[in-house]
């Protein structure tokens, strides 16, 4: 089971610039270390993260990064953005062998 945190800032007033944080769970292994075997253990990365907001008139980008194996094991990521529309916020992780995760949460703008 895949654990992802979160954070968005609760109420953000219009215009503001928040910033919101990601962490999700994954071993980021590079294909470079031996296991206990002595064998080379198979490459498990995470390649791409992407955040959208949805405000209802389909989805617009905010942030997106790709990920390299210099990238720690359970990657976090923080990023700014200006909060002038509300919307819900859809994050995903595409990694190798065919790992893929979402996760969403609402941008609530007074």
């Not at 002595?38 to 959208?52: E, V």
């Not at 997106?64 to 994050?91: D, M």
């Amino acid at each position: 089971m895949v654990r992802a945190l979160i954070h968005v800032p609760k109420q953000p007033r219009r215009g503001d610039v928040i910033e919101i944080r990601a962490l999700i769970e994954h071993p980021m292994e590079t294909g470079y270390r031996a296991g206990s075997d002595g064998q080379l253990l198979a490459h498990d990365l995470i390649r791409w993260f992407n955040c959208s907001l949805d405000s209802g008139n389909g989805k617009e980008l905010v942030f997106s990064a790709q990920l390299f194996p210099a990238i720690a094991a359970n990657p976090y990521l923080a990023f700014h953005l200006r909060a002038n529309k509300e919307g819900t916020l859809h994050f995903s992780w595409e990694g190798d062998h065919g790992f893929r995760h979402t996760e969403t949460a609402p941008l609530r703008v007074v």
